[in-house]
Every structure is written in structure tokens, then in C-alpha cells.
């Protein structure tokens, strides 16, 4: 794709618009309380973490408000016979009672949501004094299944490898590794791989860039030298993953399919851990996702749709990985600075040091 990307128009990026639209998706959050939406902390995850990205969390949010986010979010760690973690939403009542924060079978924790708590955290640049260690490397080993794979909610959910990044990241993130067995995990990553050179979501699917990202940071998480796969793996994994870039600048998400701004995220990052970044046309792909904001504010996932915090934080986490080089003729040059982004577990980088230090020294 290079050489052509000079032709490719950079309008400037509506960043206040942007911050407009992902707060507006907050408001509400930790007050509605009879909700069994299994998606609040991951919408709060979307919403503060794009605010993180435009560097606007201070600006754009007041004290009070981060303090009751950070308090919502606690609430929802509950602890039980399966060890400890973060729920969903509150189940039953916004306010807890000691007794309530006990789960039953019908309320365990969720490893997706523990993951997305940790993260949402660490934005808010919470102390992590509440955080229960102990809990949680028995609740993600409860999660573990014979043959690798993790589930979403101890002895029962759904498994895919999404589950297994969320316990990967955690482990990275706590510092400790003995909640998980690694060579359980990597050997049903293995099995995930297509003949294409992508991952899929179980063994023997197709291949698609959502879960190739995710078998790639979870490969290199692991505590493992040397990185398990072979040169010529990570070569073909590179071709497939660079093939994905189309000529409008975005990405596709498996083999002749249309653009769509989050796989520039997915697949974009896939690149980047496999040091092979410099295969991203980072200018045809600004292009793209600026084509993709919506009027109104936000980033949709493609031209014309409108737009979600989900695609919105994706993109500006691409273009984080990936900010385009600029040229005297662009219209707001300014406007396309980003901060580096810890591309294995999806955080600024700032965020990322952040819920490092401040998670593995809680014991
Ligand atoms: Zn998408």
C-alpha cells in the first residue's frame, strides 16, 4: 500500500466531539441500579479508556465523579467458594451489605468484566488497596478447563479465547502465575490456529482478527522463552494479518470481507506485537477512520453508520499504535498526537505502568 498514501486527505479529528460522545454513553452508569446488562463495565471500560486515549479523563470528568465510578466498580467485587472477582452489574441492589457481597451460583464473578474492572481502575488511577490478590488467583484457576481454555463464570459460561487473554492479562498484572496452568493455555491457543495463519474463536474456525490479536498478546504475556511459535508461523501469521489492510486504509477482519474500524484495532495490534508494524499504512488507515467519525461525535465502524464506544476506543487505540505522519497541507496537524499504547494489554501506556505497579505489590 505505501506510496500511494500521500494521496489520502487528513481532515483534522474531532477530539472534543469524541470525548462528547463517550461521555455522554457514561452518564448514568453507576446509579441505574436494577440492570442485569452484562455490558456496564465494559461500556465504562470503552468510555473512560477513550477519554484516557484523548488524554481528557482530568478535563472532562470531575473528582466526584471518578470517586463514584471507582466506588461502583468495587461493589461489584464479590468473593464466594470459587475465590474473588468483579460482576457484571449489581444484580439485585446498588448498595451492598457485607452478607451481599458473597455471591451464590447465579452471581459468580465474570472474567471478562474482571479483566475490563482492572483496566477501568487503573484509568481511574485507583489505589488498588481494595483488591483481594488471593481471591482472584483462585477464581481464574476455577475458571480453567482440561483442555486449556478458560470460561467466563467458574464451572459453566461460555469459552473462547477471549476468556483466555482476560486470565492472561490479570496473571501479567497481579505478577503471579499460579492461578493458570500456561502450557494448558498456549497448547489451546495452538489449537485455535487456522491453516491461513490466523486464530479463531475455538478449534477448527475460521480465522479473524479479534482473536488472532488476542492469541498474539497472550502469546507473548506468557512467561514462556522462547516464544513458542516458529519463525515461519509468525511469518505466515504477518502475511495474513498484513493482507487484512484494504485499499480505502482500513482493516478487514477475515478474508474478503469490507472494512471495519475496529479490526484497524485487532489486527493492527496483531502486527505491532509481531514486530512487523512498519506493514501498516498509517496514513491511508487515519484517512479511513477519520471517513468513519460520526457528526455528532464518536467513531462508527464504518463510513455512514453511526457511531459506539466500542469502535471509538478502538480506533483511537489504533491510531495510539499508529499515529499517521503529518503534512503541512493537513488541516489540523495537532489533533492526530497520541500517546503511546501498550499494545498487549490495550492501555496507554502511562495507564498500563500504572496497573502494573500499583496491582502486583497488593497481596
Ligand atoms: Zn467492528
Known amino acids: ?31 441505574s441500579q436494577v440492570d442485569l446488562d452484562s455490558g456496564r463495565m465494559a461500556i465504562a471500560f470503552y468510555c473512560l479508556g477513550s477519554l484516557d486515549l484523548l488524554k481528557m479523563v482530568q478535563e472532562r470528568t470531575s473528582e466526584t465523579d471518578r470517586e463514584s465510578w471507582r466506588e461502583w466498580i468495587w461493589e461489584q467485587q464479590t468473593s ?32 471478562i468484566m474482571t479483566y475490563t474492572a482492572l483496566l477501568t481502575l487503573a484509568i481511574l488511577r485507583d489505589d488498588f488497596s481494595r483488591l483481594d490478590k488471593e481471591g482472584i488467583l483462585s477464581f481464574l484457576k476455577a475458571c480453567q478447563r482440561e483442555d486449556g481454555s478458560f470460561s467466563t463464570v467458574p464451572g459453566g459460561g461460555e ?27 498456549l497448547s489451546f491457543i495452538a489449537s485455535c490456529r487456522s491453516y491461513e495463519g ?19 498478546a497472550a502469546i507473548h504475556l506468557a512467561p514462556v522463552t ?18 487484512k489492510q484494504l485499499q480505502s486504509g482500513g482493516f478487514c477482519g477475515r478474508t474478503n470481507k469490507l472494512a471495519d474500524a475496529c479490526y484497524c484495532f485487532w489486527i493492527g495490534g496483531s502486527l505491532k506485537i509481531l514486530g512487523a508494524g512498519d506493514l501498516v499504512d498509517s496514513r491511508s488507515l487515519a484517512s479511513f477512520l477519520a471517513s468513519c467519525q460520526f457528526k455528532y461525535g464518536g467513531i462508527a465502524k464504518a463510513p455512514g453508520e453511526h457511531s459506539d464506544p466500542y469502535h471509538t476506543y478502538l480506533s483511537l487505540a489504533a491510531l495510539s499504535m499508529f499515529p499517521p505522519p503529518i503534512s503541512a497541507n ?12 501498550d499494545p498487549l494489554i490495550n492501555a496507554r501506556e502511562e495507564t498500563a505502568k500504572w496497573a502494573r505497579t500499583h496491582i502486583a505489590i497488593r497481596r
Open 330 to 341: 493537513d488541516a489540523n496537524n495537532s489533533s492526530w498526537a497520541f500517546d503511546a499504547l
Open 198 to 216: 490466523g486464530y479463531g474463536q475455538f478449534t477448527h474456525c475460521e480465522a479473524n482478527g479479534g482473536t488472532t490479536y488476542i492469541a498474539m
Open 80 to 111: 464466594g467458594i470459587y475465590g474473588s472477582g468483579f460482576r457484571p452489574s449489581p444484580f439485585m441492589t446498588g448498595s451492598m451489605s457485607v452478607e451481599e457481597t458473597r455471591y451464590t451460583d447465579y452471581d459468580t464473578p465474570h472474567i
Open 226 to 243: 522462547p516464544n513458542p511459535l516458529t519463525p515461519s508461523e509468525i511469518r505466515k501469521t504477518i502475511e495474513w494479518a498484513a493482507h
Open 1 to 31: 500500500m505505501s506510496g500511494t498514501s500521500e494521496n489520502f486527505y487528513l481532515p483534522s479529528l474531532a477530539r472534543a466531539a469524541h470525548a462528547g460522545h463517550v461521555k455522554r454513553c457514561l452518564s448514568g452508569l453507576p446509579d
Open 159 to 185: 469459552t473462547d479465547l477471549r476468556t483466555l487473554y482476560c486470565a492472561f492479562v490479570i496473571s501479567h498484572l497481579l505478577d503471579d502465575w499460579s492461578g493458570v496452568s500456561v502450557e494448558g493455555a
